[in-house]
């Protein structure tokens, strides 16, 4: 048995994607043999978070007790050093394989109620591929007898084909950021970027740049879509696009990961809402009993 589960293979074209049983988890994606995500292979656990789906919450949530609909949740600790929970509780979990085409594969989960987030939901989670890359969906369903609170998130890591990520340009289409604490934690603000270090805007070099910071305020196309983009120095391009039910983008450059990641590749997080926030209530979805919400993101290499 691999450490994560059932190896879900799909393809399109040139494409090739292969999505794990544990947690959901994007494993590898690649266009004509070319990585499109910096994956990880069938004999390792994913480490930094590597393609894994992110829900109740996606990064870290303070490990105080919150409450909401009379329910108290106390997450347990992920982080020592920040005493947080990080990155939800489902993606070292089983989910059930829904169903699988050439191009499409469908992976569930019902999530039940425990101490860290005592409420029930499934979660469906949908990857496609076509003309337009590869198309992630998830479906969120409130399973309980109260309103449900969430916030769900994604870390995919864009892909570059040299060792590491310098000379690469990045080009993030946020007009503000959300400062946070020694914890990692909102101080409660959202700072605009222009002009400064994190203003990412235009795109420049990530030479000398270190990122771990939650952007939000997007700019969008006529479609809704917020697009992300890192061309390697070799001029080989990587989109990634949000929907309007993605208002931030938590964007890593890796700096601290060890096991030979280093810089070796930019996670550009799709998220709902911010850190904390089934505790600050910032831009929690909020499901009465029976209703669903869906979001989707996607990303290519660009033609």
């Given amino acids: 048995m691999l450490p994560s589960g059932e190896q879900i293979a799909i393809a399109h074209g040139d494409q090739r994607a292969v999505v794990t049983e544990v947690g959901a988890t994007l494993r590898t994606y690649v266009q004509g043999g070319v990585p499109v995500i910096e994956g990880f292979s069938g004999d390792e656990v994913p480490l930094g978070g590597h393609g894994q789906v992110l829900f109740p919450w996606p990064n870290r949530l303070g490990v105080e007790p919150w409450s909401f609909a009379d329910r108290v949740g106390q997450p347990a600790v992920d982080e020592l050093s920040e005493a947080a929970g990080v990155h939800g509780l489902v993606r070292w979990r089983p989910f059930r394989v829904e169903s699988v085409n050439q191009n499409r594969c469908v992976l569930s989960l019902l999530l039940h109620p425990s101490p860290a987030y005592p409420f029930a939901a499934s979660i469906d989670v949908a990857y496609h591929l076509g003309a337009l890359g590869l198309t992630v969906t998830t479906t969120?369903?409130?399973?309980?007898?109260?309103?449900?609170?969430?916030?769900?998130?994604?870390?995919?890591?864009?892909?570059?084909?040299?060792?590491?990520?310098?000379?690469?340009?990045?080009?993030?289409?946020?007009?503000?950021?959300?400062?946070?604490?020694?914890?990692?934690?909102?101080?409660?603000?959202?700072?605009?970027?222009?002009?400064?270090?994190?203003?990412?805007?235009?795109?420049?070099?990530?030479?000398?740049?270190?990122?771990?910071?939650?952007?939000?305020?997007?700019?969008?196309?006529?479609?809704?879509?917020?697009?992300?983009?890192?061309?390697?120095?070799?001029?080989?391009?990587?989109?990634?696009?949000?929907?309007?039910?993605?208002?931030?983008?938590?964007?890593?450059?890796?700096?601290?990961?060890?096991?030979?990641?280093?810089?070796?590749?930019?996670?550009?997080?799709?998220?709902?809402?911010?850190?904390?926030?089934?505790?600050?209530?910032?831009?929690?979805?909020?499901?009465?009993?029976?209703?669903?919400?869906?979001?989707?993101?996607?990303?290519?290499?660009r033609p």
């Fill in 140 to 301: 969120v369903t409130n399973r309980d007898e109260v309103p449900l609170p969430f916030g769900l998130g994604f870390h995919p890591y864009l892909a570059v084909t040299s060792a590491t990520i310098e000379g690469a340009t990045l080009a993030i289409p946020a007009r503000g950021f959300v400062p946070v604490n020694e914890r990692h934690l909102p101080t409660g603000e959202i700072l605009p970027v222009a002009g400064g270090e994190l203003d990412f805007t235009s795109a420049k070099s990530v030479n000398g740049h270190e990122l771990d910071v939650t952007y939000t305020d997007l700019a969008r196309d006529d479609y809704g879509l917020a697009t992300t983009t890192l061309v390697d120095r070799s001029g080989q391009a990587v989109d990634l696009s949000v929907d309007r039910n993605f208002p931030y983008l938590q964007v890593y450059t890796g700096d601290h990961l060890g096991h030979g990641r280093r810089r070796t590749a930019v996670a550009v997080e799709p998220m709902t809402c911010p850190p904390d926030a089934l505790r600050s209530g910032k831009d929690l979805v909020v499901l009465e009993p029976g209703q669903h919400w869906a979001g989707s993101w996607r990303v290519r290499r």
